[in-house]
């Protein structure tokens, strides 16, 4: 069974300065999300689409909400 799994590097996390923000920047979570699933660009995703789901569990669990402006 082909699993694909999250890879954080440590050591960039830890070389942060520390702040009160989240650690990882919501580009950052966008970014592994579309590293972790076959995409096809140009093709219009739904709310439940896996990418989607994925960026926003990422967004979540990396600390950020999204809220209307």
Do not use: F, Y
């Amino acid at each position: 069974m082909n699993q694909r799994r999250l890879i954080i590097d440590d050591l960039a996390l830890i070389l942060r300065k520390p702040r009160a923000a989240p650690m990882v920047e919501p580009s950052e979570v966008i970014a592994i999300a579309l590293s972790m699933v076959r995409w096809t660009p140009g093709r219009l995703h739904g709310p439940d689409d896996r990418i989607v789901q994925l960026i926003l569990r990422g967004l979540r669990e990396a600390g950020w909400k999204i809220e209307p402006i």
